[in-house]
């Protein structure tokens, strides 16, 4: 089982870039497929971004690809999502997921694919 914290979310200006965080209890992290998730009032919540346990494997949503790049550090039991140039439309509550996996490149993009969930962080950009 694992248990994971969000981090780092805030207001930033169109254009900016932040770093969101997400810290995991737990010794067996690294077999721990990760992924980004955000929610806005009145939406649905969406897929951002997955990585696989070994970090080998990376996938992100359109809408972010380019600009959202997700990375782990499994000494340190920790996933980030570093954002740039961000737009308003980015505006959500930021939500970590974790999902144990057998195969190192494995990785999920759907919410009900993942077991484990953070409180969220919320992400403002401003116009």
């Known amino acids: 089982q694992v248990h994971v914290v969000e981090s780092g979310g805030g207001v930033v200006q169109a254009g900016g870039s932040l770093r969101v965080s997400c810290a995991a209890s737990g010794r067996t992290f690294s077999a721990y497929a990760m992924g980004w998730f955000r929610q806005s009032p009145g939406k649905e919540r969406e897929f951002v971004a997955a990585i696989s346990w070994s970090g080998g494997s990376t996938y992100y949503a359109d809408s972010v690809k380019g600009r959202f790049t997700i990375s782990r550090d499994n000494a340190k039991n920790k996933v980030y999502l570093q954002m740039n140039s961000l737009k308003p439309e980015d505006t959500a509550v930021y939500y970590c997921?974790?999902?144990?996996?057998?195969?190192?490149?494995?990785?999920?993009?759907?919410?009900?694919?993942?077991?484990?969930w953070g409180q969220g962080t919320q992400v403002t950009v401003s116009s």
């Open positions: 997921a974790a999902e144990r996996v057998v195969a190192s490149g494995s990785y999920y993009v759907l919410p009900d694919e993942y077991d484990y």
